[in-house]
């Protein structure tokens, strides 16, 4: 059984930054890559980066490019999201996945294991 387990969220003012970590365990070798969701209050989740280990390749969703990076450490398991110039919209609790899928996997379908989340609030 795979554990995801987040850290780094909290509460900062807007265009600041946050740099949020994942560590999986108990990962098997079919992993295909591993990626960042977030959810807002009284909305779906939805997707906000990937990176897929055999390519390297990344992709964003169109809302954070440019502000967020994501990377990774395949051997180690562990991905990051830097995110810059926050807005008030990315308030929401952000959830790491890993994913067994190549491609760009960008619905919450595509993932078969979730961290329990962490809460960022970025207040204007």
């Known amino acids: 059984q795979v554990q995801l387990v987040e850290s780094g969220g909290g509460l900062v003012q807007a265009g600041g930054s946050l740099r949020l970590s994942c560590a999986a365990s108990?990962?098997?070798?079919?992993?295909?890559?591993m990626g960042w969701f977030r959810q807002a209050p009284g909305k779906e989740r939805e997707f906000v980066a990937r990176i897929t280990w055999r390519v390297g390749s990344t992709n964003y969703a169109d809302s954070v490019k440019g502000r967020f990076t994501i990377s990774g450490d395949n051997a180690r398991a562990t991905v990051d999201l830097q995110m810059n110039s926050l807005k008030p919209e990315d308030t929401a609790v952000y959830y790491c996945a890993e994913s067994s899928l190549a491609g760009v996997a960008t619905s919450t379908l595509q993932y078969r294991y979730w961290g329990q989340g962490t809460q960022v609030t970025v207040s204007s």
């Open positions: 108990g990962r098997t070798f079919s992993s295909a890559g």
